[in-house]
Structures are given as structure tokens and as C-alpha cells.
């Protein structure tokens, strides 16, 4: 399946007569709980990997959130398990994710999909309570859904054993590796039955992920179905170039322009998530605010607030908005143009899902020169340039000194741009809420890094806490 097929499946969906799920080889039962989810049709991970998996075989699929690729697994899965209870603290299968949202959305999934079949699953997950997760183990689960350090806690206090396992699901291995799970995830492969079925996916298949499908993976079959630069054609995308200190008005004039219904506005650091949100709050905008720093119970209150309409505006950072699912968003912002080029894709796929029209609009200044270049090259499109009403735009010409100026990286530029709005009526450094931007800057918290662990736990040794000083005590073996 071409690439570019994968990347605007849903667009699809209309047109000419294509694969349904009865095609697949899934019992009645599980057809019958995709019907009631409404599915029509398979995306093509869904298509290539669903069969796949229910021959037995090890899958090594190069997919991203977005894909549909959560059902390519789920959906098999629970066709291979129906039939066979599980015994107490011996789950039958095993889904590894990187984060806590992203657990919690394949828990949703097979809840969702799983209404006539009668399989149980735990949910084991940092920041929530150690109790009811021993009980639910304590019951016997067909399907665990862990992030790796709970996992391996619970696991060292005897609660769970892994020996029955017989269907490994690593999910999202290339936030694993940037997180600094490798190690745990090594050590629970290890303690895995080695006869059993590894289902390993990844937005990339950078070298090390490669060299780790290969220990972890027995003659899979690759199935990949989403270049990382394809951006949906029903996404219309807009780029405003301003002055540093007009950022938030630009932002607002936005909102205000556009019929906005619901919104992610993403921010590289969880400091001027806060910052944002604060602002937002202040001129009367219907808002919430989601980065890894926020208790666990905050930061569900605030994603159930924004799935049922209740709040208009999400700001958020990547990592903590990555695995939200939220169908029909109307648009998203970018605040600040990611560090990472592939991280705008991820970004603005989340509008323009299944079809719809989706809106994306990102603001960025003279410093983000470079950050732009980066993301135009990787889509092969220069984004649109649209004005804000009102807001004196930064010219081309700006853009292009930024670009050949040596040496004036993010954060310690003080260019053209900055000089000019610094002390003028429009604000700048000395504005009351411009003071933290500078000292984020300088001091870049923990989720600012590129590849952030912004979900890093704030005690214990929980799933996130990379241990990077911890020797691999086996390896994986099949
Ligand atoms: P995922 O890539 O697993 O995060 O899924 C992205 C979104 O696509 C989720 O909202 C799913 O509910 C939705 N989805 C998954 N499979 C299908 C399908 N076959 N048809 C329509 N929507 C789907």
C-alpha cells in the first residue's frame, strides 16, 4: 500500500468500493462490535496487519497514531484470545506503551470494540493507585495494558508473572527509545515465554529501532503504511510570521477569526503551556491546559472537560497530547513551531481525521527560521503565509537574515525582531508575562529537551524515569 494511500485513507472513505472488515478473517462477534463503532472500512494498516496477526505471525509495523494502527492490533488480539481464561496474576498477552494516555486509549479500545466478547484487561499505569491494579491482576487478565516501570514494579513485588503470555504488543518503540524505556522494555521481553507472537510498531525505523525489531522479533512481516511527511490533504494549513512579542496576540486574533470549535494550541515547553494558558484564561477564552507536570487527576479532568465540549481550547506540550484521540477537532495551533520537524505532522494530523476539513495554523518568528525550513523540507510544502489583522507580520527579508546570521541560535537570539517590538507599546521583554519565556529559554525545563520524557513521574520509580544507568540484565531472548 502506497504511503500516500495510507496517509489520506480516511478521505477514502466515500469512494470506490474497497476491503470491509469481513474480508479480514475476525469472528462475528468482533465484526459486530466494529459495526456499532461505525468503522466502514479498514485503513490500510488495519487491512495488511489484521490478517497477519491472526496467522500467528510477528508484525513489525512502521505506522503513526492517526493510522488507525491501535485496531490493527487490538482487533486481532482479541480474536486469538477469546475462548481461554486467564489464570490469577498470569495475563495472557501484554501491550507495552510509553505513556499513560496512550495506555489509556488502547484500554478505551478494547472496551470500544469489545462490547459482545467477554475479555477482561488490566490497566497498569504510573500515577494511579498501585491497589486497584494488584486486585485487577489478583482476578486474572486477558489483556495487560502497561507502561514499562509500573510493569516491572508490580512485577518485582510478585504481583504478576509474564510466563503465560503468549502475544507481546510494543507499541510506539521510537517514543520507547526516546524516553529511555529500552532497558525495561529489554528486561520484560526477557522474562516473556520465548514462543510467543511480537507485534512491534514504530512512527520510524531509525537504525536502533531496527536492531531491536530484530531481537524482539522473529521473522515479522513489515508492513509499512505512512511516510512521517504526509500531511492530509483536507488539512488547510497557514503560517503567520510575527514579532516575538505579538505571539499571543496573533494567537488570539486567530481564534477570533477562525470558526473555531475545538482547538489544540501546542507549546514546546510546559513553562509557556502555562504562560499561554494563563493568558487565554485572562481574556475570557474557554480553556484548559495539559503537560506533564500537572497531577495525573488534573490532566484527565482537563482531557474529559475538552472531549465533552466543556472546554473550547486545549494548550498543550507534545508529549502530553500525544495518544489524545478526539475526533473532529476543527483546529490546531502551533504556538511554537516544533523542534522537531516531524513533530509539526504528528501535530497537525489531529485535525482533518476521517475526512473532515481540518484547519492548522502555526505562528513563528524570525527565530523559528531554521524550525520552518526543517518542517517545509520534510513536507516538501512551504506552508502557506496568511496575516493576522492587525499584527505588523515579519517580512521575508527578516526571515532570510535570521537564516544566514551564524551563531544566533533559539533563545540567545536577540535579533531584528525582538529589538524592534522590545521596548515598544506592543511589549516585549519587559512585559510582566514575557519575563519566563527568557528564563525558558536559557533554562530549558525538563520537557524542552527534543524528545522530551515529559511524562516522567514526580516520585517512586515510575514507568517514566528513564534509568539509563541500569544494565541490560539479559538479553531478550526468543
Ligand atoms: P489510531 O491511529 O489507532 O490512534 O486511530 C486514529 C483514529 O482513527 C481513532 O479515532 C480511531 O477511532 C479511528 N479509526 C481507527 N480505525 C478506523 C476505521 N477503520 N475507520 C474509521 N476510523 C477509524
Given at each position: 500500500m502506497a504511503a500516500e494511500e495510507a496517509a489520506s485513507w480516511a478521505q477514502h472513505e466515500d469512494e470506490a468500493p474497497r476491503t470491509v472488515f469481513?474480508?479480514?478473517?475476525?469472528?462475528e462477534l468482533l465484526l459486530k462490535g466494529v459495526e456499532d463503532v461505525g468503522y466502514l472500512h479498514p485503513t490500510p494498516i488495519q487491512e495488511q496487519a489484521i490478517p497477519i496477526v491472526l496467522m500467528g505471525r510477528d508484525v513489525l509495523g512502521c505506522a503513526q497514531t492517526g493510522t488507525g494502527k491501535t485496531a490493527s492490533f487490538v482487533l486481532p488480539m482479541m480474536d486469538i484470545l477469546a475462548g481461554s481464561r486467564a489464570k490469577a496474576r498470569m495475563p495472557r498477552s501484554l501491550i507495552l506503551e510509553p505513556t499513560r494516555e496512550l495506555a489509556l486509549q488502547v484500554a478505551e479500545n478494547f472496551v470500544k470494540y469489545g462490547q459482545h466478547m467477554k475479555l477482561t484487561h488490566a490497566l497498569l499505569i504510573g500515577g494511579e493507585s498501585m491497589n486497584d491494579q494488584r486486585d485487577a491482576l489478583d482476578k486474572g487478565v486477558d489483556v495487560l495494558i502497561a507502561t514499562p516501570g509500573r510493569l516491572l514494579d508490580l512485577f518485582e513485588r510478585g504481583r504478576?508473572?509474564?510466563?503465560?503470555?503468549k502475544v507481546l504488543v510494543i507499541d510506539e518503540a521510537d517514543r520507547m527509545l526516546d524516553m529511555g524505556f529500552i532497558p525495561d522494555v529489554e528486561r520484560i521481553v526477557s522474562m516473556l515465554p520465548p514462543l510467543r507472537q511480537t507485534l512491534f510498531f514504530s512512527a520510524t525505523m531509525a537504525p536502533e529501532i531496527r536492531k531491536l525489531a530484530d531481537a524482539f522479533l522473529q521473522n515479522p512481516k513489515e508492513i509499512t503504511v505512512s511516510a512521517p511527511a504526509s500531511v492530509a490533504t483536507t488539512i488547510t494549513a497557514g503560517l503567520a510570521l510575527v514579532q516575538e512579542a505579538d505571539k499571543r496576540r496573533a494567537l488570539r486574533r486567530l481564534i477570533r477569526a477562525e470558526n473555531v470549535q475545538n482547538a489544540l494550541i501546542f507549546c514546546n515547553r510546559k513553562r509557556d503551556v502555562d504562560i499561554l494558558y494563563k493568558s487565554l484564561s485572562k481574556h475570557g477564552f474557554s480553556v484548559g491546559a495539559l503537560h506533564g507536570d500537572l497531577a495525573q487527576s488534573v490532566r484527565f479532568a482537563t482531557l474529559e472537560k475538552f472531549k465533552n465540549n466543556e472546554l473550547q481550547l486545549l494548550v498543550c506540550s507534545d508529549v502530553a497530547a500525544r495518544g489524545i484521540d478526539i475526533g473532529g477537532l476543527s483546529h490546531v495551533f502551533n504556538f511554537d513551531l516544533p523542534f522537531h520537524a516531524e513533530d509539526y505532522v504528528h501535530r497537525i494530523g489531529r485535525?482533518?481525521?476521517?475526512g473532515r476539513e481540518g484547519h492548522a495554523y502555526s505562528i513563528a518568528t524570525a527565530d523559528d527560521a531554521k524550525l520552518l525550513d526543517a518542517i517545509e523540507k520534510l513536507t516538501g510544502n512551504p506552508i502557506p503565509r496568511i496575516s493576522v489583522e492587525g499584527v505588523e507580520p515579519v517580512s521575508e527579508e527578516e526571515m532570510t537574515e535570521a537564516r544566514e546570521s551564524?551563531?544566533?541560535g533559539r533563545g540567545r537570539s536577540r535579533g531584528k525582531s525582538e529589538e524592534r517590538s522590545?521596548?515598544?507599546?506592543?511589549?516585549?521583554?519587559?512585559q510582566r508575562d514575557a519575563a519566563p519565556r527568557r528564563d525558558a529559554e536559557a533554562r530549558p525545563a525538563r520537557d524542552e529537551a527534543p524528545r522530551s520524557r515529559d511524562e516522567a513521574p514526580r516520585s517512586g520509580r515510575g514507568d517514566e524515569a528513564p534509568r539509563r544507568g541500569r544494565r541490560r540484565e539479559e538479553e531478550p531472548r526468543r
Open positions: 469481513a474480508d479480514l478473517g475476525l469472528s504478576v508473572m509474564l510466563a503465560d503470555c485535525t482533518g481525521r476521517a551564524k551563531g544566533r522590545g521596548r515598544g507599546d506592543r511589549g516585549g521583554r519587559g
